[in-house]
């Protein structure tokens, strides 16, 4: 270990304070997972337009965002877009603004796929009954496609949950900022570093798990109809395969 003389004291006196920063982590991440479920589905059903211009306007929407990194989407909006309007946007604003807009885009994506899973049979029913496209989308393809979609969304949000990592380095004060202040001014990297990882994995493996358990339940309804004898335990496993015989 080089003669690393490891200071775990340093440990009980950040943690306080990088429980504040989880606090600033969360708040973005539930405010970003919100905004986004919403956004998402007029942007998925833009996407599905018959009418072209509206069509590739969505794909070219979504299509940027998954094609250049995150972090350049952050700074584009946190120093260019205020030059570019004359706005004055806080850090946290900006946070906000690039990790929607990104996550939107992934999710639309999610509800595309589980909006055109959606049995036509179902469709037709809903047009014999005069429901509007609007009232198809809300009461038959939309549930049916987050159900469906549910294993995806929930990596999502995952993910954006870690990469909001990232808007520290537009000064917004979240866990990995607190970290890295309290770093630089003890000198003890390892220590606060390892604990700052810690707390995302805390966080983050639960949710991991509970998508895993449910992704494998989704595929037993979907093989036989019931979940069988596995116990719970056996079902929260990583990587455990399904029986489908």
């Not at 599905?48 to 952050?74: D, H, K, N």
């Not at 995806?152 to 917004?172: E, G, H, P």
């Not at 000198?187 to 895993?212: D, G």
Request: proline share 4%; hydrophobic share 55%.
């Amino acid at each position: 270990m080089n003669g690393y003389e490891f200071d775990w004291t340093i440990v009980a006196d950040a943690f306080p304070l990088m429980l504040r920063g989880l606090v600033v982590t969360l708040e973005l991440t539930v405010i970003t997972i919100a905004i986004s479920m919403v956004l998402a589905v007029p942007v998925a059903v833009a996407r599905m337009s018959e009418i072209e211009l509206v069509r590739w306007g969505a794909q070219a929407y979504i299509e940027v965002f998954r094609c250049t990194p995150m972090l350049v989407q952050l700074f584009w909006i946190f120093y260019a877009l205020p030059a570019l309007t004359g706005l004055t946007i806080s850090g946290f604003t900006s946070a906000i603004i690039a990790l929607s807009a990104n996550l939107t885009a992934f999710m639309a994506e999610a509800y595309r796929s589980g909006f055109q899973a959606v049995p036509v049979e179902q469709v037709e029913a809903g047009q014999m009954l005069r429901l509007t496209r609007l009232q198809q989308l809300r009461y038959i393809i939309v549930p049916q496609a987050i159900r469906q979609q549910t294993p995806v969304i929930l990596s999502l949000n995952i993910s954006i949950f870690k990469d909001s990592a990232l808007v520290s380095t537009i000064a917004v004060a979240d866990l990995m900022f607190v970290a890295n202040t309290i770093s630089s001014e003890t000198y003890r990297s390892l220590e606060v570093f390892t604990l700052a990882a810690v707390i995302y994995f805390a966080v983050a493996f639960p949710v991991s798990l509970a998508t895993s358990n449910l992704e494998r339940r989704m595929q037993q309804n979907s093989a036989r109809g019931a979940t069988g004898g596995q116990n719970f335990l056996s079902r929260m496993i990583p990587g455990r395969r399904v029986a489908t015989a």
